[in-house]
């Protein structure tokens, strides 16, 4: 009966929009113009570096900030005029650790839990369920202020999810935290993914974004610069998939055959390194053209022994982008 | 409801939580008691008052009526006065030999009272009153004169009237500075047939110039109360009505001439011992100088105001009960800042919590709190002598109550509107003492506003915390009652403060979050 209260008919299975978002810190343009649409039960990567608007979009979408025009909707609620009902649907975990350094691990989503109105039994069958997701059973009565870094993380999360939201707002989730906690929380956002929440992440990861996101938008300076799946993004955008390959035959047929080779649309660029005795080609798509590639060599006589690969990334559509480096 | 009262145990919680606040917050007041305590009660805790010896000079021949007013008579006055344990009284005869024997040093101050002032105290305890039936219409029903003759029986002896006709009546208000009344009571035109066709009918009221509001309020009431009930039982379905107006004072009328007694001291004696002396004999003298009838009526009160010891911390204590409380300001802001920076409220802003709800847990966790700072201090207090001189036991626990429940709100409202001052809890923790040391040093917590020059006195009488420490000075010093109208007007006046700097503080406070 409750989650049907907070559910607003929405026809286009569309969780979150947003259209023209601005938000001014005085001459500061934290966020300008941005229009992006999120379906129910995706996993939506929110890519950018420090400072891009990122945080300031969740701020607006999870009612702590006012826009300074265009419009944001939680399951068709207006983020401004109908902040009461979207807080209900909403979980956010914001990038810094905010709970109470003084309280338990337990105390803390108790705590947090009645601030969503959670009934008292459900509560606690909730919090110790979450405890036991992350595993924190064992720090259940722990003072958060003695929690590892990573154990802190895992609170921070789980205290997002106390209410059982359908939506969730993930700012950084595993910024600076160590591998094994990193996966540990990647764990659990498939784990939410599956069952059927819809995920706002945002990250300045590659890989992250890479592997969580079903899709994702580049947000820079406030605007968004790309929009599509990571794989879309990655064929499209970018210097493409390096080969690296061994090639054995006469010099002068080598250097003529990489002269030709870059004739073709999909290679971007190709070069002998003399140094390491290596040819490198850079192709859109490079993996799916390598067996034209290599037969390219193969029919001007040339051998070639030996091949790698190193697959275009995230980082390099970024850089094709905006020239910059995500982390300069 | 729930939330809030989760809110406020959480408030609590992160005080018991934190070792170094929570010790803190009863550290500062214990060290500070107890120093107060050390220095101004004796390390003796069984006899912590300086006895006095004072000399008295009664240079008055006229005698206030023993039988009706025991209260004016100077000897009475001695004797209540003397048995106030530190005060020992000397007689003298004239002020010459008063001032030879504090010169040798066997008093500390002398006090003398002028001729004519059990007279004038007596005068001053009757209300005097000018009849004047103005009114030349006639009833079969009703008579003015024996309204007039059962209103002289019924107030007597508080008051006294004299019954003027219509021409008469005139030619005294022409004259008014000529008489000794305190008002003059108008039967208008028509009264008597207001009365019969049953109309609302009033009458009028003008009073000399220099009379108090209050002393007014309580002659018009109770000339409105006796003419309703005498009319009424004679079956009139009038109503009958007084206004009470600033304008009606009788045009050029002069004040009444006031008499002053004199408290002498030397100029080496200590201004705090000179405070307390002085304090001393107002509170003994107040209570019959001051001519309202209202406390006329209620000499027994007066006795046991004056009978009470009045040691250093006893006359300080009021305004050291503030300091405690005061500190939580700090806390307070610490908090404020603390969650601001740590992100709690952005947290706290993503769930369903109000900003109201933040706001009064905030308010109602430190009213707690401050409740527990007094509470030391009155303990600490306590041990070292502090004895307070409250009008009841439960008129004073009621108002101390009521006014730490609104100097909390003050200072919490200082909180909301400093929180965007300081920002964060490092700045705010030390910074917040630029403003605590000057109020409390400036409204009379550490040091009677009695030593303070007359600028920083007139300063002093703005400040919103000194509306407390008045309050409480009158509730546990003076021993009047929380109804006293000095009492109410400080606690109005707090209250609006409080009001004012809540209303600026949310607003601040809100975009603070933010």
């Known amino acids: ?328 | 409801m729930s939330r809030l009262i989760v809110l406020i145990k959480k408030n609590l919680m992160r005080f018991i939580r934190n070792p170094k606040t929570l010790g803190f917050l009863i550290l500062i007041p214990v060290i500070y008691y107890l120093l107060l305590g050390l220095i101004f009660g004796g390390i003796d805790f069984s006899d912590t008052t300086t006895t006095y010896n004072i000399g008295w000079i009664d240079d008055d021949t006229t005698n206030a009526n023993y039988g009706i007013h025991p209260q004016f008579n100077l000897s009475y006055i001695y004797e209540v006065t003397d048995e106030i344990n530190g005060i020992n009284l000397v007689n003298y005869s004239s002020l010459e030999e008063a001032k030879q024997a504090a010169l040798e040093g066997t008093i500390t101050a002398y006090v003398y009272f002028p001729e004519g002032y059990e007279s004038y105290l007596e005068n001053r305890s009757f209300v005097n009153i000018a009849f004047w039936n103005n009114d030349t219409s006639t009833s079969t029903n009703f008579s003015i004169v024996d309204f007039y003759i059962s209103l002289v029986s019924t107030t007597s002896p508080i008051f006294k009237f004299t019954y003027y006709n219509k021409t008469e009546g005139n030619s005294i208000l022409l004259d008014f500075n000529n008489y000794n009344y305190d008002g003059m009571l108008i039967i208008n035109q028509n009264f008597l047939k207001g009365l019969d066709d049953s109309w609302d009918v009033n009458m009028t009221y003008l009073f000399r110039n220099g009379t108090s509001l209050s002393k007014n309020i309580y002659i018009v009431g109770t000339f409105l109360s006796l003419a309703n009930n005498y009319f009424h039982i004679l079956n009139t379905t009038s109503d009958i009505t007084i206004p009470v107006e600033y304008n009606y004072m009788i045009p050029n009328s002069t004040p009444f001439a006031t008499l002053s007694f004199e408290i002498y001291f030397l100029q080496t004696v200590s201004p705090a011992v000179q405070a307390t002396i002085e304090n001393i004999f107002v509170q003994v003298l107040s209570s019959i100088i001051n001519s309202n009838p209202l406390e006329i009526e209620l000499p027994h009160e007066k006795k046991s105001t004056v009978g009470q010891v009045v040691n250093n911390i006893t006359f300080s204590a009021p305004g050291y009960l503030l300091y405690g409380p005061m500190t939580i300001l700090s806390f307070a802001l610490v908090i404020l800042t603390g969650e601001k920076k740590d992100g709690i409220y952005k947290r706290l802003a993503s769930t369903e919590v109000t900003n109201w709800e933040i706001i009064i847990s905030s308010i109602a966790s430190n009213i707690i709190l401050i409740f527990m700072q007094f509470g030391i201090g009155a303990l600490i207090l306590g041990l070292f002598g502090w004895s307070p001189i409250m009008y009841s036991l439960l008129d004073g626990i009621f108002g101390i109550i009521l006014t730490m429940f609104l100097f909390s709100f003050l200072l919490l409202a200082l909180a909301l509107a400093l929180a965007p001052v300081f920002k964060d809890p490092d700045s705010a923790g030390g910074g917040v003492w630029i403003i605590i040391i000057p109020l409390a040093m400036v409204s009379g917590i550490f040091v009677p506003i009695e030593l303070f020059g007359e600028t920083m006195k007139a300063i002093a009488a703005w400040l919103p915390t000194r509306f407390a420490v008045v309050a409480l000075q009158n509730l546990l010093l003076n021993g009047l009652p929380l109804s006293h109208p000095d009492t109410l007007l400080n606690l109005g006046l707090l209250t609006l403060y409080s009001a004012i700097i809540l209303v600026i503080g949310i607003k601040a406070f809100n975009k603070f979050k933010r």
């Open chain 1, 1 to 328: 009966m409750e989650s049907a209260k907070h559910e607003k008919v929405n026809n286009n299975d569309v969780t979150i929009e947003v259209k023209d978002l601005k938000k001014y810190f005085e001459d500061v343009k934290a966020v300008d113009g941005i229009s992006f649409k999120i379906n129910k039960g995706e996993c939506f990567g929110f890519l950018g570096p420090n400072g891009a608007g990122k945080t300031t979009t969740i701020n607006i979408l999870s009612c702590y900030l006012k826009p300074t025009s265009g419009e944001g909707r939680v399951n068709n609620f207006d983020v401004v005029k109908e902040a009461t009902e979207v807080k209900k649907l909403i979980g956010i975990t914001p990038q810094e650790n905010i709970f109470y350094e003084e309280f338990t691990v337990y105390e803390n989503l108790m705590f947090f839990g009645k601030m969503y109105t959670v009934n008292s039994s459900i509560l606690k069958q909730r919090a110790n369920n979450l405890i036991n997701k992350v595993g924190l059973d064992e720090k259940r009565k722990t003072k958060a202020r003695k929690l590892s870094g990573g154990m802190k993380k895992r609170l921070n999360l789980i205290i997002g999810l106390v209410h059982d939201p359908s939506i969730l707002f993930l700012d950084e989730p595993t910024a600076g935290l160590d591998p094994q906690t990193r996966r540990l929380i990647w764990d659990y956002i498939f784990e939410l993914k599956k069952r059927d929440k819809t995920i706002f992440l945002t990250t300045h990861y590659m890989d992250e974004a890479d592997v969580l996101s079903d899709r994702l938008a580049i947000i820079d300076y406030g605007t968004i610069i790309a929009e599509g799946t990571p794989e879309h993004l990655k064929e499209t955008i970018g210097k493409g998939d390096m080969l690296f390959l061994k090639i054995e035959g006469t010099r002068e047929k080598l250097l003529k055959s990489i002269e030709e080779v870059k004739n073709n649309e999909y290679i971007l660029d190709a070069f002998y390194l003399e140094e390491e005795m290596e040819t490198r080609v850079s192709a859109m798509d490079g993996v799916g053209k390598i067996g034209k590639i290599i037969k390219h060599f193969t029919h001007n006589g040339l051998q070639v022994v030996d091949v790698g690969i190193k697959r275009n990334s995230l980082e390099n559509v970024f850089l094709a982008l905006t020239g910059r480096s995500l982390r300069e």
